[in-house]
């Protein structure tokens, strides 16, 4: 189980010192790990029980925590789904699929998660640790890691922009390619595609008040999207997911990026409810 602090957090010093005094960590290891305004893993735990306790006691601090199962990150009930348009009407936000659309609340969308996608392999030692560990640290990748990483990246690695929109009552998510998008009935013109893709994640974030999560690159959640072991199935509530809310159907891409994204659209829902 991790252990995850999200924003609101500042990460003034004085919050570094307050979560060192909970947690028994040092503050310089917990900057490692935690960013302001970004989902960072404070700490790994076996048992969930622990991890449980540990995300009560930073809540009752006042810090914005969940214990989660990594495993989220793989659910093959999370389905990612691509979307080709959008159309933003006074009552509703429409979702373009391939030969279908679909009507859903402004309020609906839980959080906006902007990042890149790489559709390649990465070296070994830059996966997650078996989640089967009583404790965990944050991996430090060796420079010919690194470097094997940057040549990967360099001799074509596919990579693209992408805008993951994750709804309140259902698990399936949609998914923004930039390379092929609709910008235009939006009226955004920018430049280049991932310009036009940030400015209609601002555009959906003033008109739903969800968050833009841009920690995709950054946060300390990336060390434990591999996929260690097999994904379990989590089986949504009896009447959680209407039946104008189901997924219109799956879709394979990128693991690092995927994880990352169903990871931090859970700690969301699960610390609003």
Not at 174 to 184: E, H, K, L
Request: charged share 20%; hydrophobic share 45%; net charge neutral.
């Amino acid at each position: 189980m991790l252990v995850l602090l999200g924003p609101p957090f500042e990460g003034a010093d004085s919050d570094y010192a307050r979560l060192a005094g909970i947690t028994g960590m040092v503050a310089y290891d917990l900057r490692t790990k935690l960013k302001p305004d970004t989902w960072g893993v404070v700490r790994a735990v076996g048992d969930a029980g622990q991890a449980e306790l540990l995300a009560a006691r930073l809540r009752d601090a006042g810090f914005r925590a969940v214990a989660l199962d990594p495993a989220v990150g793989h659910d093959p009930e999370r389905k990612i789904v691509p979307l080709v348009a959008l159309e933003l009407r006074e009552d509703a936000l429409v979702l373009v699929l391939r030969g279908r659309e679909m009507s859903v609340s402004w309020r609906s969308v839980l959080v906006l998660v902007r990042g890149e996608v790489q559709l390649g392999v990465m070296p070994q030692s830059l996966r997650s640790p078996s989640t089967g560990s009583s404790t965990f640290r944050a991996i430090v990748p060796s420079a010919a890691d690194l470097s094997v990483f940057r040549e990967q990246q360099a001799g074509g690695l596919d990579a693209y922009a992408a805008l993951d929109l994750h709804f309140a009552t259902v698990g399936w998510v949609g998914r923004i390619d930039a390379r092929t998008f609709d910008f235009a009935p939006l009226g955004i013109l920018a430049a280049t595609p991932a310009a036009q893709l940030d400015e209609l994640a601002e555009l959906l974030a003033g008109a739903t008040g969800a968050r833009v999560d841009r920690g995709g690159r950054t946060s300390s959640v990336l060390a434990f999207t591999a996929r260690a072991n097999a994904p379990r199935s989590h089986t949504p509530a009896p009447g959680a997911t209407p039946s104008s809310m189901r997924p219109p159907g799956p879709s394979s891409l990128s693991e690092r990026f995927d994880a990352y994204s169903r990871m931090v659209a859970e700690a969301e829902r699960l610390t609003r409810r």
